[in-house]
């Protein structure tokens, strides 16, 4: 009994050890996980996370910004369809058989519907901050074009977060800010900002009062907007300097800007005569509003002058010449020494002008004898063309003039196309000659004629290139360009040169200013001068001004002149139409 009790006391000693070890064992695989696990910890938290990129889902990518800016959940400004006003109900149908339902009984204990003209919101969410949003289709969150943000400030991280994701917006066209606390700092970073947003054309930036006026960074030379809002910014002399500098100068100019609002702001005549200096060399701006601010007569009579003429100033006068030189000479620009001069060849003559005095007769006659090798290459061409089957081509060529003809296209531009095309299919002028007369008879010459002006200083290539590709097509022959205020016609009066003025702005509001009588003769003589300008030497872009909004001045409204001035832009109205006398001598209105 003692040697079974020992047998089994040995082996209970010996579980005990196994289960220990399994113990020690097991402990010791989780003590290494747990410490494998904290280093990984510790490595994720000292490895910087990688950059976000967006994917031109504003309200994803705002969202994720935020997080990863350190925002708490409940601090993210959600982003927020813009309320829109409901729409008017169609009219009743009149063929309807029953346009109005029975009215059926209404329990007077039942609640009332709620009414479909607003919606109603929780307590206080109005004032949260949000972003307003709109979209070209709601249920696509790629599509939003105007951004909205009302009532809370922007900051440095914010501004940070809005420049990754605004210019990924592809469909974005306008962004509007009203009291956003706006620095110097933050102004110019999303004025930064603007330039890489394709499609940004109209910028608002209202109720953002800055001390140091910096609103001349919005209108830069890389500038894109289009219409730009800075009313009651309390923007002064010191920042409308600023704007009119940056509209332009002698040397550079705003090119995009066409509509711009300056209303509600505190600058005097000093900022208004500091914008009229900006558009002296501007032709771009369409849309000026100056209302609500300080003007009085004498910011009206530069008005005045700049509607109507006024004197080029010294810096002016040296710009211009230097204009007039480099288009003199063009290749002045480019570094390249003139051509030289033949005028010591012939006193009489310009030197532009080439005497064909210095070919001799042996010139002359080799040029007869290479002409009529041309005439008898041209017969031997014609012969074979003929021999090929071109008669079917002239065939097409015809039956293609008679198309283009029907769709109206007029004969100067099928000769026009015929002659490009053959240039460009590399063919001779006489088989180009050859077919017109065979079918056009007198046409051959014209469309000979075509040819040489087209291939005039070219080479003609073949319809394709080495590489197989068709050629390109050739460059449009009249090309519109944008004429430089200084290039215009001058007139000198008491040793200065005069230009007419700006022809460009259409609409101008100077409403609810200090404007007497003395700015509104101005402003008046301004006008006249432009509808006799634009009588004698009409232009096709610049109309001149059309409206005029001169309301809440101190001006009486019995004024002969404040009259005359609303006669005048009566007729200058586009939409105006003229009373007509009828054969009884009655007034008929042909409005309607």
Avoid at 89 to 104: G, L
Avoid at 222 to 251: K, P
Avoid at 358 to 365: P, R
Avoid at 441 to 465: C, F, I, M, Q, W
Wanted: aromatic share 4%; charged share 30%; net charge positive.
């Amino acid at each position: 009994m003692s040697e079974a009790g020992d047998a089994k006391g040995v082996f209970a000693s010996a579980a005990k050890k196994v289960k220990m070890g399994k113990r020690v064992e097991k402990a010791l695989k989780e003590k290494a996980a747990a410490s494998s696990s904290q280093e990984a910890t510790e490595e994720d938290a000292n490895k910087a996370p990688e950059p976000y990129t967006c994917i031109g889902h504003f309200d994803a990518d705002f969202t994720e910004l935020c997080r990863r800016a350190g925002l708490p959940p409940t601090e993210i400004p959600p982003v927020v369809l813009r309320a829109k006003r409901p729409g008017t109900p169609p009219p009743p149908d009149p063929k309807a058989k029953d346009p109005t339902p029975p009215e059926e009984p209404v329990d007077v204990a039942e609640e009332e519907p709620k009414p479909k003209t607003y919606v109603t919101k929780e307590k206080y969410s109005y004032f949260k901050p949000n972003i307003q949003v709109e979209m070209e289709h709601e249920e696509k969150p790629a599509t939003v074009t105007e951004i909205y943000i009302r009532g809370w400030k922007i900051d440095d991280m914010m501004v940070d977060i809005f420049r990754n994701c605004f210019p990924t917006i592809e469909k974005l066209n306008t962004i509007n800010l009203w009291n956003v606390g706006l620095t110097d700092k933050t102004l110019r970073d999303l004025a930064a900002i603007f330039p890489q947003c394709p499609n940004l054309k109209n910028v608002s930036i209202e109720g953002n009062p800055i001390a140091e006026e910096p609103w001349a960074c919005l209108i830069g030379d890389d500038s894109l907007i289009v219409n730009l809002s800075l009313r009651h910014n309390e923007i002064t002399d010191r920042g409308a300097s600023g704007i009119g500098a940056a509209l332009s100068t002698v040397t550079t100019c705003n090119k995009n800007l066409i509509s711009l609002n300056l209303s509600h702001n505190k600058f005097s005549d000093v900022g208004a005569e500091a914008v009229v200096k900006g558009l002296r060399m501007n032709r771009v701006l369409l849309c000026l509003s100056l209302a609500s601010n300080k003007i009085t007569d004498k910011g009206a009579v530069k008005f005045g002058e700049l509607l109507s003429r006024f004197p080029l100033t010294h810096e002016e006068v040296v710009e211009r010449r230097k204009l007039l030189s480099d288009k003199g000479s063009p290749d002045r620009g480019t570094g390249k020494s003139p051509p030289p001069s033949r005028r010591a060849e012939s006193k009489d003559r310009p030197g532009s002008v080439r005497s064909g005095s210095h070919l001799d007769k042996g010139d002359k006659k080799r040029d007869k004898s290479s002409k009529k090798k041309d005439n008898k290459h041209e017969k031997k061409n014609e012969k074979e063309d003929a021999g090929k089957g071109n008669k079917t081509v002239v065939m097409m060529d015809s039956k293609k003039d008679k198309d283009e003809g029907a769709k109206g296209g007029t004969k100067k531009d099928d000769k026009w196309k015929k002659g490009a095309k053959a240039v460009m299919a590399g063919g001779s002028r006489s088989s180009i000659v050859g077919l017109n007369t065979s079918r056009h008879g007198s046409r051959a010459s014209l469309v000979a004629e075509t040819v040489n002006k087209t291939t005039k200083g070219k080479k003609t290539t073949s319809s394709k290139d080495k590489k197989g590709g068709a050629a390109p097509e050739s460059e449009s022959p009249d090309m519109v360009e944008a004429i430089n205020p200084l290039l215009d016609s001058v007139e000198s009066i008491d040793g200065q040169l005069w230009i007419p003025g700006n022809r460009s702005i259409i609409n101008l509001n100077l409403s609810r200013n200090e404007i007497g009588e003395a700015g509104l003769k101005s402003l008046l003589l301004a006008l006249q001068y432009q509808i006799t300008l634009a009588n004698l030497a009409p232009h096709p872009a610049l109309k001149g001004l059309m409206r005029l909004s001169l309301g809440r001045n101190p001006i009486r409204a019995d004024s002969e002149a404040y009259q005359k001035l609303q006669d005048l832009l009566l007729t200058r109205d586009p939409f105006y139409k003229p009373q007509a006398k009828s054969p009884d001598g009655e007034v008929q209105s042909l409005v309607g």
